[in-house]
């Protein structure tokens, strides 16, 4: 499986990005998530989904601001962002877990296939 995430760019303390990971592969039984690290930070949960029914989990700071979705037909996850802030700024990773326990969607450890990560950066 390969995971190519895109939609990053410099956006204004408020407003939204969305960004895509578009995976190759067969994924319908994966978990796919989203992570983020800033500068000098650790890597970051941020959001999971369960590409079987759909089931959603979020960062509790980031529930009500973020949205995960998937398209099946394209294969591809989406984050929405709303009501960006400049410390959402990092580095925006997508992965996908194989065999996931669900107890543990918020592991980086977790996930087996990680893209390539794309740039978030607001400002204030």
């Known amino acids: 499986v390969q995971l190519q995430a895109s939609g990053g760019g410099l956006v204004q303390a408020g407003g939204s990005l969305r960004l895509s990971c578009a995976a190759s592969g067969r994924t319908s039984d994966f978990v796919t998530g989203w992570f983020r690290q800033a500068p000098g930070k650790e890597r970051e949960f941020v959001a999971a989904i369960r590409w079987t029914g759909g089931t959603t989990r979020y960062a509790d700071s980031l529930k009500g601001r973020f949205a995960i979705s998937k398209d099946l037909a394209k294969n591809t996850m989406y984050l929405q962002m709303n009501s960006l802030k400049p410390e959402d700024t990092a580095v925006y990773y997508c992965?996908?877990?194989?065999?996931?326990?669900?107890?543990?969607?918020?592991?980086?450890?977790?996930?087996?296939?990680w893209g390539q990560g794309t740039q978030v950066t607001v400002s204030s």
């Open positions: 992965a996908a877990a194989s065999r996931l326990i669900w107890s543990t969607f918020g592991s980086a450890s977790s996930y087996n296939y």
